[in-house]
């Protein structure tokens, strides 16, 4: 009887460590995003008058940004890893051609960049977005 009851704890440790290993297989296996890398440019415009413009990047989950570049009068200007939510207002003259290129990396957010002029009836606007989410 001792004998009968030693093989079946001995089945009962082998059913449980057999279960365990199986949990732990399954939750060990979980698929991991790669992370992206968001190359984000606007379309350029031309504002007809003289205007504001609000440069503005923004992230969501864990999107970075290595670099971000926004057009001035004076020319381009290149912020080395932006702080986000980020943004800065910008006077440019009529006919500056004006827009917002930035490169970042994300597993699972978003990045996005824009920026937007008015000046009585004229308006002007460029955005670009990159998102990846993993469940």
Do not use: H
């Not at 490169?103 to 002007?124: A, M």
């Amino acid at each position: 009887m001792t004998n009968l009851k030693t093989n079946m704890m001995k089945k009962q440790l082998l059913f449980i460590i057999f279960l365990f290993a199986a949990f732990v297989s399954n939750t060990g296996c979980k698929k991991t995003a790669n992370e992206i890398t968001c190359n984000l440019n606007t379309t350029a415009s031309q504002p007809p008058v003289g205007m504001n413009i609000v440069y503005t990047a923004t992230q969501t989950g864990d999107g970075t940004m290595a670099y971000l570049s926004y057009v001035t009068n004076f020319g381009t200007v290149t912020v080395q890893n932006p702080q986000l939510p980020w943004t800065i207002t910008v006077p440019v003259l009529s006919g500056t051609f004006v827009s917002m290129t930035a490169v970042g990396t994300t597993k699972n957010g978003s990045l996005k960049i824009n920026y937007e002029g008015i000046n009585g009836g004229s308006t002007i606007r460029g955005s670009d977005y990159c998102e990846q989410q993993t469940n």
